[in-house]
Every structure is written in structure tokens, then in C-alpha cells.
T-cell receptor, first 113, second 115 residues
């Protein structure tokens, strides 16, 4: 079983829609949760960064963490064609004396004009 | 303000050849790392460094060497290239991941093909 699971998509939505992207994880040691955006042939770009459970909002983006369910989400409001990219979740923490930083495989999002 | 700079952007190697992928950052970050990205596998950590003179292995270190003689530079060496090392390689840097800072800055990647 992978430590982090993420649906690869692709996910196609019309412009203006609310997008929900999700990851599940199995290691309860993870404490920090990140979302990255990666455009084609570019490096990942850090979007959101949260510690432990709860919500964090930044403009049109909201990151949500539910540690009891081991489930994290990224919501994009009023989606734009420029949001079309691959979104990667990542999480980190100490596990069995080892520091881990694990990425999901990414969800491809396409926002249609 | 260049951020994280990787060279080269593209490279084709023959099996058995060696090469060095360069990575430099100008933000005085203590933490640097190398990842490879393969379809369906996500980003996997190869090696990382928490400061000059200190390196450690990540999830997939076999076939790669690193060194960190300065804060700015973190080269990745392929000792004897194999087709399984065909991938896109990313260098990243952060103020300090171990203090909870995320992997904040990524380079643009090096696309490596081993034939």
C-alpha cells in the first residue's frame, strides 16, 4: 500500500466551477501537509502549507486537513483556465526515527474556458 | 534573484556513461534535495543535505552520489548511467525542512534519457 494515494485524473471542469482535489494517507506520523501546482515541463510550485488538522485559506484556494480520517483536500473556487495543471499533495513527519517527505502522484486538472 | 538553477535542461547519455547534474541556489538555504519524477510514481527523494558537508540518502539513492561543499551548490552524480535512470530530475531547496518548513523552491528540472 502506498503511503499517499492521489487520484491521477484527469479532472475536467468548466471555468468558474469549484474544484475539489484530495489525497489519503496511511502514516499517522505525518504532521505537515502541502499542495503543489506543476505546469507542464516545469518544476512544482508550493501553493499551500498546513500543520496538523484544520483549514487554511489563501485567495481562491482552501486547504483542509482531517487527521482523524487521514484525508486532505484542496479546494479551488472560481476556477480559471490558468489553473489547468497537475496538483501534487505532499506530507512530512518523523516516522520510526526517519524524516519522511512523501509526494502523491498528482492529479491533472483541466479547466475549460 | 535566480532561485534554484539546474543545468543542463536536457541530456542524452549512453548506458555506462557518467555525468553530473548541477544545482545552485542563491537564497542561502540550508536544506537542498534531489528528486526524480516518473509517470505514475510521483516525486521520489534521491538524496538530501541539511547543510554544507552533510548529506544523506533518500528513498531511491542507488546509482547516484552527491556532495555539498558549499551552501549554494548540490551536484548529483550518475556513476554509470542505466536506462532505468531515464527520468526528470528536480533539485529543491528550503530554509530548513526539519524545522517544519516545506520543500519550497524547485528548479525547472533536467530531462535525462539513457539509451
Amino acid at each position: 500500500q502506498k503511503e499517499v494515494e492521489q487520484d491521477p485524473g484527469p479532472l475536467s471542469v468548466p471555468e468558474g466551477a469549484i474544484v475539489s482535489l484530495n489525497c489519503t494517507y496511511s502514516n499517522s506520523a505525518f504532521q505537515y501537509f502541502m499542495w503543489y501546482r506543476q505546469y507542464s515541463r516545469k518544476g512544482p510550485e508550493l501553493l499551500m502549507y498546513t500543520y496538523s488538522s484544520g483549514n487554511k485559506e489563501d485567495g481562491r484556494f482552501t486547504a483542509q486537513v482531517d487527521k482523524s480520517s487521514k484525508y486532505i483536500s484542496l479546494f479551488i473556487r472560481d476556477s480559471q483556465p490558468s489553473d489547468s495543471a497537475t496538483y501534487l499533495c505532499a506530507m512530512s513527519g518523523m516516522s520510526s526515527g526517519t524524516y519522511k517527505y512523501i509526494f502523491g502522484t498528482g492529479t491533472r486538472l483541466k479547466v475549460l474556458a | 534573484n535566480a532561485g534554484v538553477t539546474q543545468t543542463p535542461k536536457f541530456q542524452v547519455l549512453k548506458t555506462g556513461q557518467s555525468m553530473t547534474l548541477q544545482c545552485a541556489q542563491d537564497m542561502n538555504h540550508e536544506y537542498m534535495s534531489w528528486y526524480r519524477q516518473d509517470p505514475g510514481m510521483g516525486l521520489r527523494l534521491i538524496h538530501y543535505s541539511v547543510g554544507a558537508g552533510i548529506t544523506d540518502q533518500g528513498e531511491v539513492p542507488n546509482g547516484y552520489n552527491v556532495s555539498r561543499s558549499t551552501t549554494e551548490d548540490f551536484p548529483l552524480r550518475l556513476l554509470s548511467a542505466a536506462p532505468s535512470q531515464t527520468s526528470v530530475y528536480f533539485c529543491a531547496s528550503s530554509y530548513s525542512v526539519r524545522l517544519g518548513y516545506p520543500e519550497a523552491f524547485f528548479g525547472q528540472g533536467t530531462r535525462l534519457t539513457v539509451v
